[in-house]
């Protein structure tokens, strides 16, 4: 069956989680057959639940960790298709210095694969969804690093809360280090009130996705034997589609993207999607679109870089 995908040998599809690959990009995986990795598919080291693991239904995030890993196995192995599990963790589930831990041993992966599959297609999420604003640390860094001529200190939207510089006044009965920690619960408590705000006009850009995207953008951009493309992300396309994140990607990589909205077999991808039992209510608990055939989009979008 024809398509309109780039041709080529190899692709590569990184999912962030476990769920977006089919959520987003089902034509994709049932027309090119890609090999698909989700990088952030670990098991946490600790049982402790977080308030999306909660929603799920679980007091446990070991345990849910696990059931979506089978859930992924499952929904893949009825196309045919074997998915590949990284052990890196996602962003509710790390310290700064484990995240730059797995990140590393993301991009040596990827750098591994590369190096084993010349002229291939990567393809990354395109970070549909709601932005959130920058707060008062973020923009008075942005302005001083303008001001600077440098990027150094610059704060990704995607770092942790907890990585924004803390400026204090010294308080001689407090150490450093207590200053610190004081500095960073406040910015983590700014960051979330922020976050909440923003939330409340629809569901936000997931920060894993960025991070990935722009791991693999800033690392192969020069590169001719890379070819990267993109897909757009369900459900957070219901509150903002991939267009800007497209057109500014584009100028990033210094090359126009084509484009193509892709016809989807939406039975088939009902029955994808409902092997992913532990996330289609709280991915969207109040329309439930993601439970019927006929609530699905009827395309998927995605962008590709010309040939170099």
């Not at 599959?117 to 990567?122: C, E, G, K, L, T």
């Not at 860094?141 to 600077?148: H, K, P, V, W």
């Not at 006009?201 to 990267?228: C, F, K, Q, T, W």
């Not at 029955?271 to 395309?299: C, F, G, I, K, S």
């Amino acid at each position: 069956m024809e398509h309109p995908f780039p041709v080529a040998e190899h692709h590569l599809l990184l999912s962030p989680h476990l769920d977006d690959a089919l959520f987003s990009a089902s034509e994709l995986v049932c027309a090119v057959d890609p090999e698909v990795w989700t990088v952030f598919a670990g098991v946490p080291t600790s049982p402790t639940a977080t308030e999306w693991d909660r929603r799920c239904g679980y007091d446990d995030a070991q345990a849910l960790m696990r059931d979506r890993r089978a859930e992924d196995v499952e929904a893949f192995a009825s196309v045919g298709v074997t998915t590949h599990q990284l052990d890196a963790l996602e962003r509710a589930y790390v310290t700064p210095s484990v995240r730059a831990k797995d990140i590393e041993s993301v991009t040596h992966s990827v750098d591994v694969w590369v190096a084993d599959h010349p002229r291939a297609v990567i393809w990354l999420p395109i970070g549909a969804g709601g932005q959130m604003p920058e707060g008062l640390v973020e923009r008075t860094r942005s302005m001083l690093s303008r001001f600077r001529g440098d990027q150094t200190a610059q704060v990704p939207a995607s770092s942790p809360p907890a990585a924004a510089a803390h400026t204090c006044v010294p308080v001689q009965s407090s150490s450093p280090s207590q200053l610190r920690r004081l500095a960073q619960q406040v910015l983590h408590r700014l960051y979330v009130r922020r976050r909440r705000r923003a939330q409340r006009r629809g569901m936000l850009a997931n920060e894993d996705h960025l991070v990935l995207r722009d791991l693999v953008v800033e690392r192969y951009r020069s590169d001719p034997g890379v070819r990267i493309a993109f897909y757009e992300e369900l459900p957070y396309l219901w509150s903002r589609r991939g267009d800007e994140q497209a057109a500014t990607t584009s100028t990033r990589l210094g090359v126009r993207l084509e484009s193509a909205d892709v016809p989807v077999d939406r039975a088939r991808k009902a029955r994808l999607l409902a092997h992913y039992r532990t996330q289609l209510v709280v991915m969207d608990p109040v329309q439930r679109r993601l439970e019927q055939a006929d609530t699905l989009p009827v395309t998927e979008r995605y962008w590709w870089a010309e040939p170099r």
